[in-house]
């Protein structure tokens, strides 16, 4: 499971760029301070390397362990 923050993303995208199964989409969903939030539309394809966690600055990102 992943899941973002809406209060703490501030829409860098870093998330998007740095996937390497490109889960993350740039979704038509705004935060409080009007930024369009990642949404992980391809969740099935993560492999739980936790690198978009790792990069976030803002700690946003928690992406569950693979069970
Ligand atoms: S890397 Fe973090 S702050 Fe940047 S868009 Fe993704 S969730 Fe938001
Ligand atoms: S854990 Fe790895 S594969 Fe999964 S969404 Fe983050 S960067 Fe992509």
Redesign the pocket.
């Known amino acids: 499971m992943i899941q ?1 923050n809406p209060d ?9 760029e740095i996937c390497p199964k490109s889960v ?1 989409t740039v979704s038509s969903v705004t935060n409080k301070k009007d930024i369009k ?2 949404s992980p539309e391809n969740e099935n394809n993560c492999i739980h390397c936790h690198l ?1 966690e790792l ?4 700690q ?2 928690y992406v569950e362990d693979k069970k």
């Open positions: 973002i703490l993303c501030k829409g860098c995208y870093i998330c998007v993350y939030l990642p978009c990069e976030c600055p803002d946003a990102i």
